[in-house]
């Protein structure tokens, strides 16, 4: 059974910090690209972060310079540490695990991420 949990989600004030982690179990964690996802109300989801197998980044325009994704192989861990927050970057955030060789990919239920004053 796959599961993806995701924790760390809160409320902070603008130019604060939080850090998100997804704990992955059920599935061979090393060979799965990890994303973090985002959806705020009303909007459409969109990708905000990606870790592959191998380790390689890439980040949306809006969270360059702000946002740091991670992860731990041995643990079954990704991170995002989150800094400067914005009012926009309120959302649920998601975990994606996707392994495109086995048609595989998972989601996680999500994390509320609130950043007001």
């Known amino acids: 059974q796959v599961q993806l949990v995701e924790s760390g989600g809160g409320l902070v004030q603008p130019g604060g910090s939080l850090r998100l982690s997804c704990a992955a179990s059920?599935?061979?964690?090393?060979?799965?690209?990890m994303t973090w996802y985002r959806q705020a109300p009303g909007k459409q989801r969109e990708l905000v972060t990606t870790?592959?197998?191998?380790?390689?980044?890439n980040y949306a325009d809006s969270v360059k310079g702000r946002f740091t994704i991670s992860r731990d192989n041995v643990k079954n861990m990704m991170y995002l540490q989150m800094n400067s927050l914005k009012p926009e970057d309120t959302a649920v955030y998601y975990c994606n695990a996707d392994n495109t060789f086995y048609s595989h990919n998972y989601w996680g239920q999500g994390t509320q991420v609130t950043v007001s004053s």
């Open positions: 059920g599935i061979i964690f090393s060979v799965y690209d």
């Open positions: 870790i592959t197998s191998g380790g390689r980044t």
